[in-house]
T-cell receptor, first 113, second 115 residues
Framework: AQKVTQAQTEISVVEKEDVTLDCVYE???????LFWYKQPPSGELVFLIR??????QNEISGRYSWNFQKSTSSFNFTITASQVVDSAVYFC??????????FGKGTRLHILP | KAGVTQTPRYLIKTRGQQVTLSCSPI?????VSWYQQTPGQGLQFLFE???????NKGNFPGRFSGRQFSNSRSEMNVSTLELGDSALYLC??????????????FGPGTRLTVT
C-alpha cells in the first residue's frame, strides 16, 4: 500500500537559517511520482515540484532544493536562507499506478523574524 | 488567466442535509479533481473528472458524488451530511487527464461546517 510519512509535524527556525523537511514514502510500484506542495494561510495548495521515479537527479530552484533518494525512499525538501514568507504547511505526496495522489500529514513551518 | 474558483467559500449546514459545491477550472483545463482536508485525516483524494467522465475515485462512501459539465465546471455533492464531513474541500484543475502527469492548480477551497 502507498504511504507518505512526514515525521516533522511542526518546525520553527529563525529567518535566514536553512531548513530541511523530510519525506519518506512507500509504494510497491516501480513507476511513481513524488510531489511537494505548499499551503500558505490562504488555503490554496501551491505546486512546487514533481519528480518521477526514474529521475533521481536533485533539483534546485532558487532557494529551494530537493533530494530524491530511492535507496532510502526519501524525497527531502530544503529551503536555504529561509524567509518569513516561507511560513506555511508543506505537503509531500505520492501517486503511482492508481493515479491517485496520496498526501503526507504535512509539516507546519514557522519562520521567525 | 483567472485561477480556479470555488463557490461558496464558506458554508454551514445541519446534519442530514445535503450540499453542493462548485468548481470552475482554469480556462482550457479539462480535468478537475476534488480533495477533502480535515485535521484528523489530512488531505484525501475524492475523485477526478475529465471530459464529463469520472475517471478515478478515492475511498469515500457513496454519499460523496460529483459531476462535470461540458464547460469543464464541476460540482461535488454530499448527501446526508455527517459531523465528520466538516472539512475544507479543495478543487484542482489540470490541462490534461491524470493528476500525476499534469500539474494541478488548486482553488482556495470551500470550508464546510456541519452542525
Amino acid at each position: 500500500a502507498q504511504k507518505v510519512t512526514q515525521a516533522q509535524t511542526e518546525i520553527s527556525v529563525v529567518e535566514k537559517e536553512d531548513v530541511t523537511l523530510d519525506c519518506v514514502y512507500e509504494t510497491r510500484d516501480t513507476t511513481y511520482y513524488l510531489f511537494w506542495y505548499k499551503q500558505p494561510p490562504s488555503g490554496e495548495l501551491v505546486f512546487l515540484i514533481r519528480r518521477n521515479s526514474f529521475d533521481e537527479q536533485n533539483e534546485i530552484s532558487g532557494r529551494y532544493s530537493w533530494n530524491f533518494q530511492k535507496s532510502t525512499s526519501s524525497f527531502n525538501f530544503t529551503i536555504t536562507a529561509s524567509q518569513v514568507v516561507d511560513s506555511a504547511v508543506y505537503f509531500c505526496a505520492l501517486s503511482d499506478r492508481d493515479d491517485k495522489i496520496i498526501f503526507g500529514k504535512g509539516t507546519r513551518l514557522h519562520i521567525l523574524p | 488567466k483567472a485561477g480556479v474558483t470555488q463557490t461558496p467559500r464558506y458554508l454551514i449546514k445541519t446534519r442530514g442535509q445535503q450540499v453542493t459545491l462548485s468548481c470552475s477550472p482554469i480556462s482550457g483545463h479539462r480535468s478537475v479533481s476534488w480533495y477533502q482536508q480535515t485535521p484528523g485525516q489530512g488531505l484525501q483524494f475524492l475523485f477526478e473528472y475529465f471530459s464529463e467522465t469520472q475517471r478515478n475515485k478515492g475511498n469515500f462512501p457513496g454519499r460523496f458524488s460529483g459531476r462535470q459539465f461540458s464547460n469543464s465546471r464541476s460540482e461535488m455533492n454530499v448527501s446526508t451530511l455527517e459531523l465528520g464531513d466538516s472539512a475544507l474541500y479543495l478543487c484542482a484543475s489540470g490541462a490534461g487527464v491524470g493528476v500525476s502527469v499534469y500539474e494541478q492548480y488548486f482553488g482556495p477551497g470551500t470550508r464546510l461546517t456541519v452542525t
